[in-house]
Nanobody, 113 residues
C-alpha cells in the first residue's frame, strides 16, 4: 500500500511562507488524485486542496484560495503545497492523502501573530 510522508512544516510569522512536501512510497503508485487536509486543535479535519493525476484539475478551500498552491511531480511521486501570506488561523497539522484512503502522519504548521 502507498504510504505518504509529509515534511516541510514549522514555525513562521504571519505573512510568511512555507512549502510542504509529501512523498508517496511503497505499493503500486497508480494514477490517482492527491489532496491536502488540515486539523487545528479542537477542530475537525478539513479539506485544503486537491489535484488530479495530470495536474490539470485543482480545487481549493475558500479559506486558502489565492494564497496556497497545490502541485505535484509524478516523476518523484511527490505532492507539494506552497503556502503564502500565512495567517494564525492556518495553524494546524497538515495531512497528505493519496487517492481516497492512504493518509500520512501529518506535519505541524504554526503561524505566529
Amino acid at each position: 500500500q502507498v504510504q505518504p510522508v509529509e515534511s516541510g512544516g514549522g514555525l513562521v510569522q504571519a505573512g510568511g511562507s512555507l512549502r510542504l512536501s509529501c512523498v508517496a512510497s511503497g505499493g503500486t503508485f497508480r494514477a490517482a488524485p492527491m489532496s491536502w487536509f488540515r486539523q487545528a486543535p479542537g477542530k475537525e479535519r478539513e479539506f485544503v486542496a486537491s489535484i488530479t493525476w495530470s495536474g490539470s484539475g485543482r480545487v481549493y478551500a475558500d479559506s486558502v484560495k489565492g494564497r496556497f498552491t497545490i502541485s505535484r511531480d509524478n516523476t518523484k511521486n511527490t505532492l507539494y503545497l506552497q503556502m503564502n501570506s500565512l495567517k494564525p488561523e492556518d495553524t494546524a497539522v497538515y495531512y497528505c492523502r493519496y487517492d481516497s484512503d492512504s493518509w500520512g502522519q501529518g506535519t505541524q504548521v504554526t503561524v505566529s501573530s
